[in-house]
């Protein structure tokens, strides 16, 4: 699991990012939960291919079970090109990005 | 096995709704396809659990290969919840709706 923090550059606004892959929905939940405990007032969870379906449930999972007030305030879809490393042929993966905030 | 719909907006019938299960994403891209030729001016695509992943891809192909110029109008995403005839237990399940226009 990677949480990217994009620290106070200036008047940059903080973006905090979890990516959600093949761990277990809480991992991602918690980790969404403690950048909202630090501070945070919006995080944006980023998944490619089939962990796409998996970050809808961190996002319901959180708002159902653990923080009803959490709003999604958008959802963004669109294609990432990939280069395998085993036969060197570009593939196409969809991403998602969901933003939410408390 | 799911069969019990419990709630929610999932079987709600709509001329132009196109349900993305299990099948080839080409098969709903296709479907997509002739709702449009056939004079809708918008497509609603949903879906749930694993399908959810599919149903992004069903979007991002149709716009990269076919309709380059149809715009992803909205994204929703919920949860419903659904019942096992198996163990009669109820289960929430993640949702999907995205709503293209050309």
Do not use: Q
Request: charge should be neutral; glycine fraction near 6%.
């Amino acid at each position: 699991m990677i949480i990217e923090h994009n620290g106070g550059r200036g008047f940059e606004v903080s973006v905090n990012t979890v990516y959600v892959g093949r761990k277990p929905i809480l991992n991602y939940v918690l980790a969404c939960m403690t950048l909202f405990k630090s501070g945070a007032n919006e995080v944006l969870i980023k998944a490619r291919g089939r962990a796409i379906s998996r970050a809808v449930d961190v996002v319901e999972v959180m708002r159902n079970r653990f923080m009803p007030d959490i709003k999604v305030e958008d959802i963004k879809i669109g294609t990432e090109e990939m280069v395998s490393e085993d036969t060197n042929t570009p593939t196409n993966i969809s991403t998602i990005e969901i933003k939410i905030t408390k």
